[in-house]
């Protein structure tokens, strides 16, 4: 009973997300272009197909959902909706393999934003929106889309978002989880409509402002164009860009309370404090550093400041080779790699939050030693942190390190060089994208063998995940009764 419950669950979720590429498919139809008609129905149609069976003829089945049920559900969504995304790239007729194609799907919805395909700009428009729209979906999350508007599937909302951000604060800000995911997608949708005619009145057609619109808000950073933002060469569009991301990487429960008017609350958030510090830090240094390159420190700014923000939402776009900055530069934003944006945003990495919590920890350490029988506990928006958070963030750290540890051993180990086996680990659990060396500015993912794409593919599953979901999928404990 159990796995036919997960089965329906899962099969209803993938019509669903067959239903989003309704828009990609009316723009070939519309467009006349019948070989990327054929590649959109083909997969709508086979998911509708198993779809409409297991609506209509289990609607009174059990779908209650224990934590556990969560975790697997969540994993096997991210991987099915990354496999049927691909369909669409695989059929284009683009010459796109199908380990390129789930790598593109999988980037899509794990808003990584890397990429195998060397010229975009060939790519007809149904396939660009298609990839924009993954970034889109995965930015918020497929999970918390369906139950914002599948409440009648009968699933236990909140293990489903318990399994897919299990970061140290969870929180819903109204009783009921469908209220609050439809508030927060209701927040994600205003936002990317303002992106849009922003981009727009800066000089995009409207296809591209919406596509840009769409992976800005999600963190995702891809482009219908092959040098990104920086084809546009404006300062309006560059700006604009750093504003909405770093309003992508905080914590969207923050607007909430600030359309609640609880400005007390939002001025005493750690993490969002933290994070403006940090991306304030890295500017500055950034812009110190860049002058020299630049010639003034307008330009060092304007080029310090985007990057600053792209690297540390985990957004992962650029508008300069940060490859021949100078090593100080370099250094800041591999150090941004490690940091990622607030926990319930869209950015993906350790989290802001994290480094919140260890570094407080850090400080209590030190007094111990000083006061050896002292009691220190840590604070987080001004009241008292619980011990068990501290260890679930240590813990979640070595697990993180680890993780992109033995990722950069086997990737070097396919005969790629230190710096970019160690630098593509990082990109893909932190699900930036960018990185150092053969994966930096420009540059793509196409040159490495198959099986390392399929590992990336998985490694940025796990990332978007939080790691937690997918790895107790491999403990013993997870599958005893």
């Known amino acids: 009973m159990r796995q036919l419950m997960l089965l329906r669950i899962l099969v209803l979720l993938l019509g669903i997300v067959a239903l989003f590429m309704v828009p990609a498919l009316g723009l070939a139809i519309a467009g006349g272009d019948l070989p990327m008609v054929k590649a959109f129905a083909l997969p709508m149609g086979i998911a509708l197909i198993l779809a409409a069976p297991a609506a209509v003829f289990t609607r009174k089945f059990p779908s209650r959902l224990s934590a556990r049920d969560g975790f697997l559900l969540v994993f096997l969504i991210w991987v099915f909706s990354s496999l049927m995304g691909a369909l669409p790239y695989y059929l284009s007729g683009q010459g796109i393999t199908f380990t390129d194609a789930v790598f593109e799907s999988t980037c899509g ?123 546009y060469d404006s300062t309006f569009i560059e700006t604009v860009c750093v504003l909405f991301m770093l309003l992508a990487g905080l914590n969207f429960n923050l607007y909430y309370k600030l359309f609640k008017g609880k400005f007390r609350e939002i001025r005493e958030n750690t993490e969002g404090r933290v994070y403006l510090f940090i991306f304030l830090a890295a500017t500055v240094i950034l812009t110190v550093s860049l002058v020299p390159v630049y010639g003034s420190a307008g330009s060092a700014l304007r080029y310090g400041a985007y990057q600053a923000a792209s690297i540390l939402t985990t957004t992962g776009s650029s508008t300069a080779d940060y490859m021949q900055w100078p090593g100080l530069a370099k250094g800041i934003l591999l150090c941004l790699m490690f940091v990622g944006g607030c926990s319930g945003s869209t950015a993906g990495g350790i989290k802001v939050i994290r480094h919140a919590v260890l570094f407080k920890q850090a400080g209590n350490e030190l007094r111990r030693i000083i006061y050896p029988r002292g009691i220190f506990s840590i604070t987080l928006n001004k009241k008292v942190g619980r011990r068990d958070v501290v260890y679930g963030v240590a813990g979640f750290f070595f697990l993180y390190m680890a993780v992109i540890a033995v990722t950069a051993l086997i990737v070097a180990a396919s005969g790629t060089d230190v710096v970019s086996s160690f630098s593509a680990a990082l990109a893909m659990v932190s699900n930036v994208g960018l990185g150092f060396g053969t994966v930096g500015p420009g540059q793509t993912y196409a040159a490495f063998p198959n099986h390392i794409k399929w590992l990336f593919s998985f490694v940025m599953i796990a990332g978007r995940l939080e790691l937690w979901t997918v790895f107790v999928l491999f403990t013993p404990e997870y599958w005893r009764r």
Request: proline share 5%; with cysteine; aromatic share 10%.
């Open 109 to 231: 919805f794990a808003t990584t934003g890397a990429t195998t395909i060397n010229d975009v700009e060939v790519l007809p428009q149904p396939l660009l929106l298609w990839r924009s729209m993954t970034h889109w979906f995965g930015g918020m999350g497929i999970v918390m889309l369906t139950v914002a508007l599948v409440p009648l599937l009968g699933v236990g909302g909140f293990q489903l978002l318990k399994a897919e951000t299990p970061g140290p604060e969870k929180e819903k800000i109204t009783p009921k989880v469908t209220a609050t995911a439809k508030i927060l997608w209701l927040v994600y949708m205003v936002l990317t409509a303002v992106l849009t005619v922003l981009f727009a009145l800066g000089g995009m057609e409207w296809f591209d402002a919406l596509c840009h619109a769409f992976t800005t808000m999600a963190s995702g950073g891809i482009s219908t164009k092959n040098s990104g933002i920086a084809y």
